[in-house]
Structures are given as structure tokens and as C-alpha cells.
């Protein structure tokens, strides 16, 4: 023993290091992220070409029979490459039984595999006793043959790794898990119940791969896993229980990939809690202070606020971040390796890292992506953290899970009137979903005020009802008789039959309508302004601030078509496909001339919905019901509005075609080109699809249909439709009313109705296919995979459908000012929906990273514009607002008096109604009725809305000089209109920085103690180091790591 003891003093001498290397037997390949129970300093690897295993666990006491063997982490510092694991010992001791073993050294060939064995001892030199040595070894060997079929699957060619594969059974344990339990190891049956692990209990499902075994792309799957194996990935395979053909891959990221890839991708991590400075405050003030807050505990608490006392995961901690650095990781605040990072981060670190493995020989065979669109694999997806419900009550026992916990204080609608968590949103979904709910809240948030203020509009008009002298005039006026608003069929109509058309309009066109539709255009230049700050504001508080996306990847379809040619990207340096401008101008060229084609075919729609409605018009008035007779013009409104909304419906699923089909022939570089491509071409076809009879009766219903005796035609055949004797803004609010609460019904249900027939249909036949007898438990794996996938373009239709309301929010307001408060009912329901589908109906959706909404912002910014404009033209030219302003100034009893009260509307009726002679109709317009039903005699003449010349004068229904007046008012107004809410927006947006002051100072603040933090930190290591190497007797030097 003393010889073995010299032989030993002299190895270390020659080789500069306290060891001894004994490797008889062959080299073993390990993939495993399970742990063996080793002694106290004992650390255990195996060599292997793609992983490796190293074991650390702390020694039981014999003292301390309450103790438990504490989880093993692996060291962060391990580089991906091969290492020699080292096996130590303390000094003090292996106690097994009664014997005692002091620094043992030497190498041991465990069952035929090559282990590498290194002691380090700490303490006094003594005889060594090699078989017990041996005796401990054979111990921990129990354990290590747990690992040993794995170990033999990862070499093993076989297809598709079906050595990996287990059956679906969650009632029994595994041979493994028996093993591991028969050898003293602790499994958590829980987490192996749950299905959020590997068998083993330990190892985290980070993501999720779905194939079927009849699927004949099996080469590449089997290059492609052996790839994530080669990458540090954990794998393990499990079949379906209901179908044996599908076969979930699970995978797992090891602590030391996780590092290594968060580092690439510069994900920020927190390193210190943050610490406010506040302002000093004089005595005074703070008194001032202590006196409000006493009077405020007096108050009820804000009910829209969630309970954190209650709820204490809502909040999180306020730390500052720096991107993660191996390196520095001592900077870092880590209180379990396996919580540091988050399930949305390491779902996010393993797609980046498939994203990235090749699946077959050739520059462009790579990526998760291409397999699943060439069909390779069925799905991939990360799993949701468990069930969303429980038996318990959150408030007693707290939330299961942070899914549970969003269902509760965010999905559920008991909690519609509260604030979104949107910390706990972007924690679980990601900070792309986040930004949407946060700016979905927003937006809702806002159009309150624009709500009330409508509401109050509406209700002015109703308070003043009864005082308006242009309704009091309608509905008095039994003497005026109305031309035909039709040929032949219709009937002549007293202008009293439409005194509640006229009070309705006037709930809708009052005086405070001019305000409310500047106020609105006010109200989106203010909404959006005050969205920058919000953004920027969540932006610093999610650590978007210094945020670059990454260079995208070229697209496979743009790098199929263009890889013959190639330049250097200015970028990456490396050479990428090109795509000729010549050619990109060609591809452009023929997708807008796409995209005019569809709109032409939107107008073609709409000129069809107008001559149904000339049609109709003669057909209803010659209608038997007395009740659609004599309400002939609604009832073609009402129809003509549904029948446009079914059109608007089947339109939108041509036009989704199309722009798939305008933007892949664009044939866009990366992903984000595309999106943003396809997102234009659909926002542009539904918009125009969506209110392009909105605008056609806003502006062009009862314009040009000349006047009696000389009506304008289409195709010298059917008379233009006429507006009601009360106007045209009546059909113009049934237009709207009826489309927004449509097409927001509708929307509503296929977000969560149809989601939930096919989630139920699904869970039908999975009972009809089981047996409804036998009862089973799934995994979470085969759970989330009967849900449905998240849509195919992301948040696409969200945004749509909040951009689309928020259009007909503002665009038409002017008619319509009830608009902004069915859009409020409408988005405090729609939040719900979509938390509810995000949280229950879909699958758990990647989370991905973006500073802001997108182009959707340069949309919303569009639309504001388009809203000022519109809304000029609607109250100029739809409205009566400027007829009644001319005649109360220039005509009515006040004129010249400066006043415009409604004792100065007397006589307007009368004045803004021609006269026609009943004998200079043509024959064709002739109605048969000749009026004899209201004075006994055939009548004479008739009125019509128009400022034309009675039949005796010089120029027989000729313009008078006040339809001069009006026309040159209007296009005043307009002007003005224009002009002053534009100087008002832009006066709004220069005075409204985009970053708030408070958060331009936090920020600074942050930069320079984060400065100061890592500073004080490399100098705390240095000096530490430097007291060691004092301590060691070793030189030192001053050199900054």
C-alpha cells in the first residue's frame, strides 16, 4: 500500500495535478438527465460522444435522521464539448456499514464501461483499501443500470428511435422509476403523474413533437432527432393512448444548454431588485401626505384592481436584467437552476435551437419549420402547466399553476371588471400576446370617455326632442303631400307619415353632433399618442427597450426559387439567394393588379346590392302586408343590410385566398415580409369589403337621382333609390347598426364557438373510441394536442377585427354616435373570449418576443386620418347640418340677426321642399294612384327634397340661389372642418412626448446604477480572488477579466 501511495506522488508530480486515471474497459456513451446517490463530494461522469453525465450528491447523516437528499443541478460552466468527469471523495469518509474509507484513488471499470475516477483529497494522507472502493462502486452501480438502456438507444441506428418509445400507461410505474425507487431514489410521483415530465420525474417537458409511425418521411426524422440529441437535448418518446399510430417526442434542455443558447440569444435575466430613489420631501408635504392617506383608508377600495394579498403570484419581482452571461453568472440571482429560466423561456430557447438542426444533407435542409410543413411531423408545440381548473379554491389553497391562476383572475367572467394581469400574460404566453392584450385593454380603456361622450350626444338628442322645431314641423305637416319615391307602385304619402324617422334622425343629428365628431378625431390622435407612451412604458418594464429581433431566415420557398443566384449578405457576410429587381417589380406589378381586380369586384358587389335595392323598392310597395307596404323603404334598407352582410361574409373567405395567393407570388424574403404583406392585402380587402356600401350610402344615396319628370336611370332602366322624405342618415345608422352588432356576433363565436364544438366533437369520439364505461386520465401532452392549434397567421384575425371596429368606431361617427359605446360592450366581452380560448380552447402558443403591435399602428394611424375626412363629408353633405345653418343665417325669420336658436328654424321644412307639377311626370314614372284618397280630387302637385324652381318660372326646376348657398357652405365647412382638426392632432402629437419624463429619468437612473452594479461586482470577485491567491501564497496580477 505504501509502494501504491509513492507511484501515486509520482504520477501527480509528472502530470502536474492531484490525480490518478485508471481506464481499463471501453468508453460509454450517456444520455440521461437522472442522478445517481453518491457520498459527499462524490462526483460521477461518463464519457460519451453526444452527452455526458455528472453526478453530484451530498452524503446521508447518520445524526440526522430527518434529512433528505437534496436535487442535483449541473454545474453551469460545463462547455458542450467532451470532459473527463471526476469522482471525489472528502475526507471525511464513505460510511458504509462500519468501515471507513480515506482518500481512495484509482480507476474502476463499472459492468464493462469505462468510468473515469478522480480523488481530490483535503485532508491528511492515510492507507487506502481499494475494495471498499470497489464495494461503494458496485453500490452506486444499481442506480447507473437504470441509465443503461438509454444509454444504448442513443447509438443504437433504429428507426425513428423506437428504442426510446414507451407506451402510453400513466396507472403503473416504469422498470425505470421501480429501479430508480428500489435503489433509495426519491421519484416525485406527482410530477410524474402530471405529465409535465420525463418518467423520471425530474427532467421538465420543455416541448413537444408530434409524428404518426405510417408516415413515410422517417430518414429525416431520424437525422433530425439524432441532430437534438447531438445538440444536448434530452429525449423521450411515448405513444398515444388512444391512437398507437401517433408518438409524442418529448424534450427536455439540460441547465447547461440553456445557458449556453440563452447566452447566444442575449435573453435578459434578472441580477439585482431594483431600488427607488424618491424625491425629498419637505415636512410639510409630508404631513399633507399622511392626512390624505388616513382619509383614504375611509374609502372603498378600487374594485377593477387584483387582489395581490389574495393573489400573491401576480406579483412579480422588479429586478434589472442584463443579457445572461456564463461568464458572469455570479452576477445573477439564482435560487433553483431549474426555475431560473421560465417554461416560456426554455420553450423558447428549444425552438430556437430545432429552428437551427439540419434533417438532411444540403445547405437549405433545416429547420423545424420544413418538417412540419413537408409533413414529417404532425405538430410541435409547448405544453400548458397543467389543468386549467381545480377542486379547491384558489383563495384558500392558492393557484395550481400559473394557467390555473390566469383562468381565475383573467378568463374567468367573474372577473370582466378587473385589470388584466399582464405581467402574469406575458410571463405565460409571451410578450408578442402580451402587447395585444395590453394593447387591446387599452383600446378599451380609452373608448370609455369616447362612450360617454356618444352616449350623452344621443341623449341630448332625446332631452331635446320635443323642443326641435324641424321634427315639430314633419310631424305637423298633414297637408304636404310627397312625390313617389318609386315608379308606379308607390304610393303618394303625406310628409306626416314620417314624423318618427324624422324625431329618430334627430337623436342622431342634433347640434352636439359637430362637437362629438371632432372630439372623436381628437380622441384617436390622443388614443394613439398616449399608446406610444403606454408601449414604452411596458416596453421598459419587459425589458423591450434594447430589444433587436434577430435576422430572420430566408424563407424555403424564396430560397427554392432563387438559390441558383446569390450575393454576400452586408449583414451575416455569408451568401443568400437574390431576387432581381426586375423581377420584384414584375411579381409587384402583378399583385396590385391583383389586388384592383378584387376591389372592382367589391365595387361589382355593391353596385349589385343597389340594384336590389331599386328593385325591391317597386316590389314592397306593392306589397300585400300593409305593415311592409307602407314601410316599403326601411324593409329594403333592412334586407338590402343583411343580405350585404352574407355577401361581406363570403367575400372575406375569397379574399383570404387571394392575398395567400398575391403574397406567396410576391415571393417575400423572410417571415416578417410576408406577414407584413399579406396583412395589408387582407386589412385592405376587408375594409373596402366591409364599408363600401357604408359609403355608398353616406355619400352617393339620393345625390344623383335628378328630380321628378326627369329622374337619372341605370342603363336607361331602373330609377336611382331616393332617400326617406326625413333624410338620408337614417338608412346610413341602419347600415351601421346592423353590420357592427352582425359582424361582432359573428366574430365572437367563430373565436370561441367553433373552437368548442371541435374540442367537444374531439372528446366525443376519444369516449366513443375508449368506452364511456372506462374512465382515463390523459397526460398533458395528449391533452394539449386535442385542442385546437393557434391560428395559422399568429394574431392576425385579432387584430383585424379590433381594427376593422375601430374604423367603423371612428370613420362614420358623425351617424353613428352610439358606435363607440357597442364597441366598449363589445371589447369588455371580446378580452374574455380571447383569454378564454388563449388560456382553455388552444394550444399553448410559442412565446415570442416584439417591442410593438407592428403595421398595425400604421393602420390605426391611416384610419385616424381617413375618420377626419369622412366625418367632414358626413355631417356636410349627409347630415342637414348646414342647410338648417344656412337657413336659420341667411333665410329664416332670424337672418341677419346672428342668431340660430329654434325659434329661427320656423319655416324650414316648407323651404327646403320643391314643387313639382304631377302632369310632367314620364310615362314610365306616372304612379298609378292619382291622389285623390287625401282631398277628394285627383291632386296637382307634389314636394320633393331638392332647392329647385317651382314648373311656372323662367327655368322650370332649376336651381335656386339657395342651393348655391348650402353648396358653397358645405364645401367651406369641409375645409375649415379639415384644416382645424388636422392643426389640432398635430398639435396634440407635438405636445404628447412618446417617452414620459419620469420613465426618461428611470431609465437613465437604471443605466448608470447597472454601470455601477457590475462594477462593484467585478471588484468584490477581484478582490476575493486576489485574497485566495494571498491566502495560497500564489502571485497574483491586476488583469480585468
Not at 154 to 160: A, H, L, Q, R, T
Not at 523 to 550: G, H, P, S
Not at 890 to 910: L, R
Request: glycine share 6%.
Amino acid at each position: 500500500m505504501r509502494d501504491t501511495t509513492e507511484c501515486v506522488s509520482r504520477r501527480r508530480a509528472e502530470r502536474g495535478r492531484q490525480n490518478l486515471k485508471w481506464c481499463p474497459g471501453s468508453e460509454l456513451s450517456v444520455q440521461s438527465g437522472c442522478v445517481a446517490e453518491l457520498p459527499k463530494g462524490l462526483s460521477l461522469s461518463i464519457h460519451g460522444a453526444e452527452k455526458r453525465l455528472q453526478i453530484h450528491q451530498r452524503r446521508s447523516v447518520a445524526s440526522r435522521p430527518g434529512s433528505r437528499r437534496l436535487p442535483v443541478v449541473r454545474h453551469s460552466s460545463l462547455p458542450p464539448g467532451r470532459r473527463s468527469v471526476k469522482m471525489e471523495a472528502s475526507s471525511s469518509g464513505i460510511t458504509n456499514g462500519k468501515t471507513k474509507v480515506f482518500h481512495p484513488e484509482g480507476g474502476v471499470d463499472l459492468q464493462g464501461y469505462q468510468l473515469d475516477m478522480q480523488i481530490l483529497p483535503d485532508g491528511p494522507k492515510s492507507d487506502v483499501d481499494f475494495s471498499e472502493i470497489l464495494n461503494a462502486i458496485q453500490e452506486m452501480a444499481k442506480d447507473v443500470n437504470i441509465l443503461f438502456d438509454e444509454l444504448e438507444a442513443v447509438n443504437s441506428p433504429c428507426k425513428d428511435d423506437d428504442s426510446l418509445l414507451h407506451p402510453g400507461n400513466l396507472t403503473s410505474t416504469s422498470d425505470d422509476a421501480s429501479r430508480l425507487e428500489a435503489g433509495g431514489e426519491t421519484v416525485p410521483e406527482k410530477n410524474k403523474s402530471n405529465g409535465l415530465y420525463f418518467r423520471d420525474g425530474k427532467c421538465r417537458i420543455d416541448y413537444i413533437l408530434v409524428y404518426r409511425k405510417s408516415n413515410p418521411q422517417t430518414e429525416k426524422r431520424e437525422v433530425f432527432e439524432r441532430n437534438i440529441r447531438a445538440e444536448g437535448l434530452q429525449m423521450e418518446k411515448e405513444s398515444s393512448l388512444i391512437n398507437s399510430d401517433i408518438i409524442f417526442v418529448k424534450l427536455h434542455a439540460p441547465w447547461e444548454v440553456l445557458g449556453r443558447y440563452a447566452e447566444q440569444m442575449n435573453v435578459r435575466m434578472p441580477f439585482r431588485r431594483k431600488i427607488y430613489y424618491l424625491p425629498r420631501r419637505y415636512k410639510f408635504m409630508s404631513r399633507i401626505d399622511k392626512q390624505i392617506s388616513r382619509f383614504r383608508r375611509w374609502l372603498p377600495k378600487k374594485p377593477m384592481r387584483l387582489d395581490k394579498e389574495t393573489l400573491p403570484d401576480l406579483e412579480e419581482n422588479d429586478c434589472y436584467t442584463a443579457p445572461f452571461s456564463q461568464q458572469r453568472i455570479h452576477h445573477f440571482i439564482i435560487h433553483n437552476k431549474d426555475t431560473f429560466f421560465n417554461n416560456a423561456t426554455r420553450s423558447r430557447i428549444v425552438h430556437h435551437i430545432l429552428q437551427r438542426i439540419k434533417y438532411e444533407e444540403g445547405k437549405n435542409k433545416i429547420g423545424l419549420n420544413r418538417l412540419l410543413t413537408n409533413g414529417s411531423y404532425e405538430a410541435a408545440f409547448p405544453l400548458h402547466e397543467g389543468s386549467y381548473r381545480s377542486k379547491n379554491s384558489i383563495r384558500t389553497h392558492g393557484a395550481e399553476n400559473h394557467r390555473h391562476l390566469l383562468y381565475e383572475c383573467w378568463a374567468s367572467w367573474g372577473v370582466w371588471y378587473k385589470y388584466q394581469p399582464l405581467d402574469l400574460v406575458r410571463r405565460y404566453f409571451g410578450e408578442k400576446i402580451g402587447l395585444y392584450f395590453a394593447w387591446l385593454g387599452w383600446y378599451t380603456g380609452m373608448l370609455f370617455p369616447a362612450a360617454f361622450i356618444g352616449l350623452f350626444v344621443f341623449l341630448y338628442g332625446v332631452i331635446t326632442l320635443d323642443h326641435c322645431q324641424v321634427s315639430k314641423e314633419v310631424c305637423q305637416a298633414t297637408d304636404i303631400i310627397m312625390c313617389p319615391v318609386c315608379d308606379k307602385y308607390c304610393p303618394f304619402m303625406r310628409l306626416s307619415d314620417s314624423c318618427v324617422y324624422a324625431k329618430v334622425t334627430h337623436l342622431f343629428d342634433n347640434g352636439a353632433t359637430v362637437f362629438f365628431a371632432v372630439f372623436m378625431a381628437v380622441w384617436a390622435t390622443v388614443f394613439l399618442e398616449f399608446w406610444k407612451r403606454r408601449r414604452a412604458v411596458i416596453a421598459y418594464d419587459w425589458d423591450l427597450i434594447d430589444w433587436e429581433e434577430e435576422e430572420e431566415e430566408i424563407r424555403p420557398q424564396f430560397e427554392a426559387k432563387y438559390s441558383k443566384k446569390e450575393r454576400m449578405n452586408p449583414i451575416s457576410g455569408k451568401p443568400e439567394p437574390y431576387q432581381a429587381f426586375a423581377d420584384k417589380c414584375s411579381r409587384l406589378i402583378v399583385s396590385a393588379s391583383g389586388i384592383f381586380f378584387m376591389i372592382c369586384v367589391v365595387i361589382a358587389a355593391v353596385f349589385g346590392i343597389v340594384i336590389y335595392r331599386v328593385v325591391t323598392v317597386s316590389t314592397f310597395a306593392a306589397f300585400k302586408w300593409a305593415l311592409i307596404r307602407n314601410n316599403s323603404q326601411v324593409a329594403t334598407t333592412g334586407t338590402a343590410v343583411c343580405i350585404n352582410f352574407c355577401i361581406i361574409m363570403l367575400l372575406n373567405v375569397l379574399y383570404e385566398k387571394v392575398a395567400l395567393l398575391l403574397t406567396n407570388l410576391e415571393q417575400p424574403r423572410t417571415e416578417s415580409e410576408w406577414e407584413n404583406s399579406f396583412t395589408l392585402k387582407m386589412f385592405l380587402f376587408q375594409f373596402v369589403n366591409l364599408n363600401s356600401s357604408t359609403f355608398y350610402i353616406a355619400f352617393f344615396l339620393g345625390r344623383f337621382t335628378g328630380h321628378p319628370g326627369a329622374y337619372l336611370r341605370l342603363i336607361n332602366r331602373w330609377r336611382l333609390e331616393e332617400c326617406h322624405p326625413s333624410g338620408c342618415l337614417i338608412d346610413l345608422c341602419m347600415q351601421m347598426g346592423i353590420i357592427m352588432v352582425l359582424k361582432q356576433t359573428w366574430n365572437n363565436f367563430m373565436e370561441l364557438g367553433y373552437p368548442l364544438i371541435q374540442n367537444w366533437w374531439t372528446r366525443r369520439k376519444v369516449r366513443q373510441e375508449r368506452g364511456p364505461e372506462r374512465k382515463i386520465s390523459f397526460p398533458q401532452w395528449e391533452k394539449d394536442y386535442n385542442l385546437q392549434p393557434m391560428n395559422a397567421y399568429g394574431l392576425f384575425d385579432e387584430y383585424l377585427e379590433m381594427i376593422l371596429q375601430f374604423g367603423f368606431t371612428t370613420i362614420f361617427v358623425a351617424a353613428f354616435p352610439l358606435a363607440p359605446l357597442l364597441a366598449l360592450l363589445n371589447n369588455i366581452i371580446e378580452i374574455r373570449l380571447d383569454a378564454y380560448k388563449f388560456v382553455t380552447q388552444w394550444r399553448r402558443p410559442l412565446a415570442s418576443r416584439a417591442k410593438d403591435i407592428g403595421i398595425w399602428y400604421g393602420i390605426l394611424e391611416g384610419i385616424g386620418i381617413l375618420s377626419v375626412i369622412t366625418n367632414a363629408f358626413v355631417i356636410a353633405i349627409t347630415s342637414d347640418f348646414i342647410p338648417r345653418l344656412v337657413y336659420a343665417y341667411k333665410y329664416g325669420p332670424c337672418a341677419g340677426q346672428g342668431e340660430a336658436g329654434q325659434k329661427c328654424m320656423v319655416g324650414y321644412v316648407n323651404a327646403s321642399l320643391s314643387v313639382f307639377r304631377i302632369s310632367d311626370f314620364e310615362n314610365r314614372s306616372e304612379p298609378e294612384s292619382d291622389g285623390s284618397e287625401f282631398s277628394g280630387t285627383p291632386l296637382k302637385y307634389c314636394r320633393y327634397r331638392d332647392y329647385r324652381d317651382p314648373p311656372h318660372s323662367l327655368v322650370p326646376y332649376g336651381y335656386t340661389l339657395q342651393f348655391w348657398h348650402v353648396l358653397a357652405a358645405r364645401l367651406a365647412f369641409i375645409i375649415v372642418f379639415e384644416h382645424l382638426v388636422f392643426c389640432i392632432k398635430h398639435l396634440i402629437s407635438y405636445l404628447i412626448p412618446d417617452l414620459p419624463k419620469d420613465l426618461r429619468d428611470r431609465m437613465r437612473r437604471e443605466k448608470y446604477l447597472i454601470q455601477e452594479m457590475m462594477y462593484e461586482a467585478e471588484l468584490e470577485r477581484l478582490q476575493k480572488e486576489r485574497k485566495e491567491r494571498k491566502k495560497n501564497g500564489k502571485a497574483h496580477h491586476n488583469e480585468w477579466p
